[in-house]
């Protein structure tokens, strides 16, 4: 049985060619070398959560009541974090472009990937599966404060978005959206997949999802002394660059989730006073599809 594995899933590939980016999440379809896959995962991570992880995590996990032993229905989840926070997971076949994935955040949907990695790679892949989205992410949704986070960053995404169009010539446009998507995505990419946040009690603990799914890196982002960890300093963060295919040398820390509220804030004072627009080049890419979505997003101009 084929199933639903991370690149190798009829399913998926059929809906991409179809060009359908929500679909329905067929569980029927996932193998038992699946639920196999999700079982391992979950039981090896959670001690680990209990040392690592911010409390609000543990908690989105009990109030999730995720389940060690299954992969989760995205409907069953949804019952228990919409009344939370409002939140809920989307099923998506693949790649969503910057734009729409932002624009989702704002309207409280979490696009989610569905398939789940192979047997043989429980410790790396680049591609984000559902161990990482539900078991990373979701938890995180549940919680009132976080949530609200991620719906402004869509808000300033809209606001990005709206400032760029406004830009009349076209070659400016294009070079300071690039700039602008590239200073959001490392954002992003610092807080809400790797971010650090310190304990009332002293010491660090993980917020960021990236860290959170993945079973080394949430033990080496804490205790290795290879890893450099900083205040969270949004002029350095939106300058630097990152790659996706090994352990995080350098890590931001926050205070608080109302820290981070604040930062995202100040991130859309500053995209209005254009100071995103020539950000340090470097990853990540902006591609074709992510520029587009920003060019081409429905927000009013003129309104
Ligand atoms: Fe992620």
Redesign the pocket.
């Known amino acids: 049985m084929a199933g639903l594995t991370t690149t190798k899933a009829p399913f998926i590939e059929e809906a991409k060619a179809n060009g359908e980016l929500y679909i329905r999440q067929p569980y029927e379809l996932y193998s038992e070398e699946n639920q196999e896959t999700w079982r391992r995962l979950y039981a090896r991570i959670r001690p680990r959560w209990e040392q690592y992880a911010n409390p609000k995590f543990m908690e989105g996990i009990n109030n999730l009541a995720l389940d060690p032993h299954a992969i989760p229905h995205l409907v069953d989840i949804n019952k228990f974090l919409e009344p939370l926070s409002g939140f809920k997971a989307k099923a998506v076949s693949g790649y969503v472009p910057a734009y729409v994935f932002f624009d989702s955040l704002r309207n409280r949907e979490f696009p989610t990937t569905i398939t789940i990695r192979d047997i043989s790679t429980l410790d790396y892949l680049p591609e984000?599966d559902i161990f990482?989205?539900v078991a990373?992410?979701v938890p995180m949704h549940t919680d009132r404060q976080f949530a609200d986070v991620l719906v402004r960053f869509g808000e300033v995404a809209r606001f990005a978005a709206q400032h760029a169009q406004e830009i009349p010539n076209e070659d400016e446009r294009v070079r300071i959206i690039e700039s602008i998507i590239k200073g959001m995505a490392r954002f992003f990419w610092f807080t809400?997949?790797f971010g650090l946040m310190k304990r009332p009690t002293g010491g660090l603990c993980v917020y960021g999802?990236?860290l959170l799914?993945s079973y080394g890196e949430i033990a080496h982002c804490i205790e290795s002394p290879e890893v450099q960890r900083y205040p969270f300093q949004l002029e350095w963060v939106i300058n630097q660059y990152f790659e996706i295919d090994h352990y995080q040398p350098l890590l931001f820390i926050v205070d608080s989730f109302d820290h981070l509220f604040s930062e995202v804030h100040r991130l859309e004072e500053w995209i209005k006073d254009g100071k995103l627009n020539n950000l340090s080049p470097g990853e990540p890419e902006v591609n074709e599809d992510d520029l587009k979505s920003f060019l081409n997003a429905s927000v009013g101009v003129g309104v």
Request: aromatic share 0%; hydrophobic share 10%.
């Open positions: 984000p990482h989205d990373g992410h809400i997949e999802s990236g799914s």
